[in-house]
């Protein structure tokens, strides 16, 4: 069993910067694809982007360019480094993986005012 663990969420303006880690209990993430997912008030949960085993990236589009994902297998964590952050990015940021069963972390709040 995986427990994944995540951190860095706050309140910050509209322009701003914040950088969320997933740290996973074991040796994790340097043998899965990691993702962020983020679930806004009232709405569905969203991928916002994913790392390969490969260290291969891919972002939802309201994203690219905005968001890096990235990870540190020495530290198992993974990253989300989040610039130029917009009120519509406000939302509870989870991370996931997949091997066998879904993992889940409990989420990190991410509030971005105007």
């Not at 899965?32 to 982007?49: C, G, H, S, T």
Request: positive net charge.
């Amino acid at each position: 069993q995986v427990q994944l663990v995540e951190s860095g969420g706050g309140l910050v303006q509209a322009g701003g910067s914040l950088r969320l880690s997933c740290t996973a209990s074991r040796i994790f993430v340097d043998f899965n694809a990691m993702d962020w997912y983020r679930q806004a008030p009232v709405k569905q949960r969203e991928l916002v982007a994913t790392i390969t085993r490969s260290s291969s990236t891919n972002y939802a589009d309201p994203v690219k360019g905005r968001f890096t994902i990235s990870r540190e297998n020495a530290k198992n964590t993974v990253f989300l480094q989040m610039n130029s952050l917009k009120p519509e990015d406000t939302g509870v940021y989870y991370c996931h993986s997949f091997k066998g069963s879904h993992y889940w972390g409990r989420g990190t709040q991410v509030t971005v005012s105007s």
